[in-house]
């Protein structure tokens, strides 16, 4: 045993440091080892585990974990389970962390486990149905196990059989996905049970597919099925020599493998059906003592049939009166039972009832507090809104009052600069208008000269064109004085300083460079300075002007560098 034991704790830690040393695990690698263990060897794996001490494991992880591996150990060693504390801890921590699905589905189901155990049928059912509704979809394993055992408590309600039968297929489907020959012996097994002698023919192909299965996979697990089919045989068909030739081969081949006692009364009863007496007292010689009211009940009857074959009228007429008390006893009980059964169901529907109006309240509460929550909300929000409008209009407010003051001052610099505005352009509207004087009597047809129209000076400026001849426009030097002081006037002596900063410049030139500050439009300029098209004032401007004064740019930049003081 202690070489087996040091095989394991080896086999544990080679795992460990694999584990480890993937780095895929979060758990002790120990425990990962006896997982590993659980469903092909569940005796190693509770050595395992046995042998971790609680307090050698570092997380709550870890502890949680090794508390849902010995409960599942112990359960599948048939160690009857005396407490739910330790599962209890396992449950408390998977609920509180995600991410740990499969182990909170093992833990509800081990849960439902130990509650069985414990005699609380309803929590283990509560359980069972708990973790099939959160095992994952994939996770057929645990949700053909959660089917299993729900079907395996409904098989014991005569009422529940068909939903029985449904959790069976349900659980079959998923172990055929699987291939797990084990379960499904079960799975069959358990639909031959709850088939029973009312449908015997069902019953027959159940039970003896789950016999097949198991003579192949796990001989271990035939006898069981084949002490039911020998009820069936007995019971159901009346065949008595094959009802004797399975309850006789679980007698010689499986009683270290079958619980019940059931097989040691169908063999004897089948060999009394034919006659053996002697057979049918050594089988009953051979029959454990009972283990509980059924089985006394159907000893009572083999001692009264065995009595009656050996024509003992008084053993038999005392171990019937004796069988049928405990019969009538076994049914009482089984009254009693369903008694309780009902009056639990009805608990647990007035329970059900009862939570569901809380549950109705609660919503109803719930729902009221979100309105008023909403409400409030909104409340809130239009009050906010209206003190953002409020304020916003104040600063509106604000800001017109800011613009219109500043509107008043511009206004009044304006009439502080109107004045010398004024003057500034004066003598540029009186030399324009002598100008007009000039033109406004011109007439387009110059070779009748006795047809002269007064002409608006914007029809004058408007239409004027290259077909125009020059018109032999004389301007008097009051025009030009009036021009140049304007112009010296608007642009800081401009004119005054070309004078003496470009003395090659002519006087014509000097003109021309004053009506191009004054911004007369070029065909004006040619009129005023008798030029025979607008393409010579350009030529005037860009090619002598600018070459005598020795800009590389346009007159337009070398009047605004000037007033920038670059010159």
């Excluded at 509650?115 to 994939?138: C, I, N, R, W």
């Excluded at 004797?244 to 009683?255: I, K, S, T």
């Excluded at 729902?367 to 409030?376: E, P, Q, R």
Aim: with cysteine; hydrophobic share 40%.
């Amino acid at each position: 045993m202690k070489r087996l034991l040091w095989l394991i704790v080896l086999t544990a830690g080679l795992v460990a440091m694999v584990t480890g040393c993937g780095g895929t695990s979060r758990y002790d690698g120990r425990l990962a080892a006896a997982d590993s263990l659980m469903l092909d060897d569940p005796d190693s794996a509770l050595a395992l585990v046995e042998a971790i001490d609680a307090g050698s494991l570092t997380t709550d992880g870890d502890r949680a974990y090794r508390d849902l591996l010995l409960t599942q150990a112990r359960y599948r060693c048939y160690i009857a389970a005396t407490s739910d504390s330790a599962i209890n801890r396992a449950l408390a921590y998977y609920r509180a962390h995600d991410g740990e699905r499969e182990k909170l589905t093992r833990c509800y189901l081990y849960k439902g486990a130990v509650m069985g155990e414990l005699g609380q049928v309803d929590s283990a059912m509560f359980h069972y149905k708990t973790a099939e509704a959160t095992a994952a979809p994939d996770d057929y394993f645990n949700l053909g196990y959660a089917k299993l055992r729900i079907a395996s408590l409904y098989k014991d309600q005569v009422s529940q059989d068909s939903v029985a039968i449904n959790k069976y297929k349900e659980a079959i489907s998923y172990f055929t996905a699987l291939n797990d020959t084990i379960y499904l012996i079960s799975c069959y097994g358990g639909l031959g049970a709850v088939c029973g002698v009312k449908h015997p023919d069902s019953t027959e192909y159940y039970l003896t597919y789950a016999i097949k299965l198991a003579q192949q996979f796990k001989p271990s697990m035939q006898y069981t099925y084949k002490s039911k089919l020998a009820g069936l045989y007995y019971y159901g068909y009346h065949n008595h020599k094959r009802a004797n030739e399975l309850a006789m081969d679980v007698f010689r081949h499986g009683r270290g493998y079958c619980c019940e006692n059931q097989y040691f009364y169908y063999a004897a009863w089948t060999y009394i059906r034919m006659g053996m007496l002697d057979s049918a007292k050594y089988v009953f010689k051979n029959t454990p003592l009972p283990k509980d009211a059924v089985d006394s009940m159907n000893r009572l009857q083999l001692e009264a049939e065995i009595s009656q074959a050996e024509n003992d009228a008084l053993a038999y007429h005392s171990n019937l009166l004796k069988s049928r008390e405990k019969e009538i006893q076994i049914r009482s009980s089984s009254q009693i039972g369903r008694l309780k059964d009902t009056e639990s169901d009805f608990q647990r529907l007035k329970a059900k009832q009862q939570q569901s109006v809380v549950n109705r309240r609660n919503h109803l509460l719930i729902l009221v507090l979100s309105v008023v929550l909403a409400l409030s909300f909104i409340l809130v929000w239009l009050i906010v809104r209206q003190k953002q409008a409020v304020k916003s209009s104040i600063e509106e407010r604000k800001e017109m009052e800011r613009i219109l003051a500043a509107t008043v001052a511009e206004l009044k610099e304006k009439e502080q600069l109107q004045g010398s505005v004024s003057e500034l352009f004066g003598h540029r509207i009186d030399a324009l208008m002598e100008l007009y004087d000039n033109l406004k009597f011109k007439s387009k047809d110059q070779a009748n000269k006795r047809k002269r129209t007064i002409i608006p000076l914007s029809s004058v400026i408007m239409g004027l064109s290259e077909d125009y001849q020059a018109m032999d426009i004389k301007l008097s030097d009051d025009f030009w004085e009036k021009i140049k002081l304007s112009v010296n006037g608007e642009y800081d002596g401009i004119i005054s300083f070309i004078e003496k900063k470009y003395p090659d410049l002519t006087i014509k030139e000097r003109e021309l460079f004053c009506l191009l500050c004054a911004n007369v439009p070029p065909q004006i300029i040619k009129l005023c300075m008798n030029y025979t098209n607008v393409k010579t004032v350009y030529n005037r401007i860009n090619i002598v002007i600018r070459k005598k004064m020795g800009l590389e740019m346009s007159l337009k930049e070398f009047l605004e560098a000037y007033m920038r003081g670059e010159f």
